[in-house]
């Protein structure tokens, strides 16, 4: 195994882990991963924790406890998945309190079928952070439009957020945007902005996916030639927004009052085509004051073979702008792509959250006391 991971750290890229079970915390699979491969956080979202709970004994005697309290399928996976939630904050806390608070977190979602409900939002990430009820949690808020201002207010509460769901350039300004307002909301209030982080996820090879399959469909030199070059582009413009923003005077005077940069983070990492490397999404994304999540078998390819050698992002913005630029020189509507995409994202987590719901009802109905006792 070569050290790319610890190059990657070196570099300024924190490696997180794209999934959570209580397989992982149990056998000792997280802390070996801790120790082993560089993670220093974890992301979770529904479609992760659907396939954690769905068939996994692990669960069977809370499951149990829960359905003799009669409680409902909403509560039962919220008890469930907060549970698991805790107990990876806790394996992780030794890596929080030795990196400030940086890293070290563990990130959960609020409900998706609250995706487009601003106050429903805010109030499940307010409850969500009471029941984790651990320092390194960072709630995870889609960036929908009604999402936005709900980002504002948690964060203006005093709250840890992950924003996630982030495919377009526009949305990420909007996003950033939110998030200082939200410090500015916390320094009113008389919040110490130093106990406040946030990343901001912005998906990767899902861009690509899309973008991809219309190039196919339209065929043509010029459309092979952009092939699998649109997400990385992407998220190069979207670092260089970033660095635009931390720029600005008006960030300059929340990081004077303590305030922490709102890292980008790198999602959906995996490579989806075959054909391509499968470390491309981390080894053309490297640069400093960034997170990259990654799905177990990413973090694998790239502890095995992955490149990481050195800052991938300066100085690729002029080519990464004329990838995006000659997206409509093809019939490639970029503003219709990321819409697509955030709407399916959006989609995707609700239906996994049902299929969630219907496991847990199966099982708590499984384990209901016989004849009424």
Known sequence: MTDALQRLSNEGVAVWLDDLSRKRIQTGNLAELIRDK?????TTNP?????????????????????????????????????????????????????????????????????????ATIAEAKQLAWLVDRPNTLIKIPATRAGLPAITEVIGAGISVNVTLIFSLERYREVMD????????????????????????????????EIDKRLDKRGGDDAKALRSKSAVANARLAYQAYEEVIGA???????????????????????????????????DLIAADTVNTMPEATLDAEADHGKAAGDTVHGTYADAQAVIDALPTVGIDYDDVV????????????VSWNELLDAVRGQLE????????
Do not use: C
């Not at 499984?366 to 006792?373: E, L």
């Open 47 to 119: 479609t992760i924790f659907q396939k954690a709970i769905v068939g996994d004994e692990r669960y069977d005697e809370q499951l149990r406890d829960l359905a003799v309290r009669r409680v409902t399928v909403e509560e039962a996976v919220r008890m469930i998945t907060t549970a698991d939630v805790r107990d990876g904050a806790d394996i992780l806390r030794p890596v929080f309190d030795a990196s400030g608070g940086r890293d070290g977190r563990v990130s959960i979602e609020v409900d998706p079928r609250l995706a487009h409900n601003t106050e």
């Open 366 to 373: 499984k384990f209901a006391p016989k004849d009424g006792k």
């Open 178 to 209: 939110a998030y200082q307002a939200g410090l500015e909301k916390a320094k009113a209030a008389g919040i110490d902005l130093s106990t406040i982080q946030s990343v901001a996820s912005f998906f990767v090879s899902r861009v690509d996916t």
């Open 249 to 283: 005077d008006r960030w300059k005077a929340l990081a004077s009052a303590g305030a922490n940069v709102q890292r980008p983070l790198w999602a959906s990492t995996g490579v989806k085509d075959p054909s391509l490397p499968d470390t491309m999404y981390v080894d």
């Open 38 to 42: 560089h993670v220093v956080g974890v």
């Open 339 to 350: 819409q697509v995409l955030e709407d399916e994202g959006v989609s995707k987590f609700e």
